[in-house]
């Protein structure tokens, strides 16, 4: 439990196993979450476990090369902004990461598989979303619900049940993503509008 002011705390390499929540950080600036094992409550159905990584109203969180698997969601991003999420490995949850009402942040070069979802935005605005590979997920590879003003780019989203699920998505820029081997490659519903979407290559 990182608690609140603990302002420019890090929490690095260690092995968080068979916890409810691996880590819960709240009302801090500037931490660093870095290079960890994050294993939650196996043998428990995903609604009763809590999430690898909670993190609520922050600024400025890292959270680098962690590997996170059997939480509810592994990341819960609530009311954090300016934060960079990279190369994080996550499976087995619910949502890989699931950002709400979070504007300004990072996302990139992260791994999300075996999920329910891979990476789940809602009430977000200004996210960068860029290089991340999230494939074999049973729903969506990538959720845009309710998001303004962002970058989703580059990205590999394949062989999930939805490629992009996009619901009342405005003024976002998707380019040059790999959507492959999805049952359906876009489900895009619910008043999106004045999207620039380009250079993208669905397959199969």
Not at 113 to 133: C, D
């Given at each position: 439990?990182?608690?609140?002011?603990?302002?420019?705390?890090?929490?690095?390499?260690?092995?968080?196993?068979?916890?409810?929540?691996?880590?819960?950080?709240?009302?801090?600036?500037?931490?660093?979450?870095?290079?960890?094992?994050?294993?939650?409550?196996?043998?428990?159905?995903?609604?009763?476990?809590?999430?690898?990584?909670?993190?609520?109203?922050?600024?400025?969180?890292?959270?680098?090369?962690?590997?996170?698997?059997?939480?509810?969601?592994?990341?819960?991003?609530?009311?954090?902004?300016?934060?960079?999420?990279?190369?994080?490995?996550i499976h087995n949850v619910r949502y890989g990461t699931h950002y709400m009402n979070s504007n300004d942040n990072i996302l990139e070069?992260?791994?999300?598989?075996?999920?329910?979802?891979?990476?789940?935005?809602?009430?977000?605005?200004?996210?960068?979303?860029?290089?991340?590979?999230?494939?074999?997920?049973?729903?969506?590879?990538?959720?845009?619900?309710?998001?303004?003003?962002?970058?989703?780019?580059?990205?590999?989203?394949?062989?999930?049940?939805?490629?992009?699920?996009?619901?009342?998505?405005?003024?976002?820029?998707?380019?040059?993503?790999?959507?492959?081997?999805?049952?359906?490659?876009?489900?895009?519903?619910?008043?999106?509008?004045?999207?620039?979407?380009?250079?993208?290559?669905?397959?199969?």
């Open positions: 439990y990182i608690e609140p002011g603990s302002d420019r705390a890090t929490v690095s390499r260690c092995q968080l196993v068979g916890d409810l929540f691996g880590l819960w950080i709240q009302h801090v600036r500037d931490v660093r979450v870095l290079d960890n094992v994050i294993v939650g409550l196996r043998d428990h159905p995903s609604a009763q476990r809590g999430n690898g990584i909670e993190l609520y109203d922050t600024e400025g969180a890292r959270i680098v090369g962690n590997q996170i698997s059997f939480a509810r969601d592994g990341i819960f991003v609530d009311v954090s902004n300016h934060a960079v999420f990279r190369a994080n490995r070069d992260n791994d999300s598989w075996n999920n329910r979802g891979g990476l789940a935005l809602m009430e977000v605005r200004r996210q960068v979303v860029r290089r991340n590979r999230t494939w074999g997920n049973t729903d969506h590879g990538i959720m845009l619900r309710t998001i303004q003003d962002s970058l989703i780019e580059g990205n590999v989203v394949a062989g999930n049940q939805r490629g992009l699920f996009v619901y009342d998505a405005e003024y976002n820029v998707l380019r040059d993503n790999l959507v492959v081997d999805n049952d359906v490659g876009v489900h895009l519903w619910a008043g999106s509008i004045h999207n620039d979407i380009d250079g993208n290559d669905f397959i199969g």
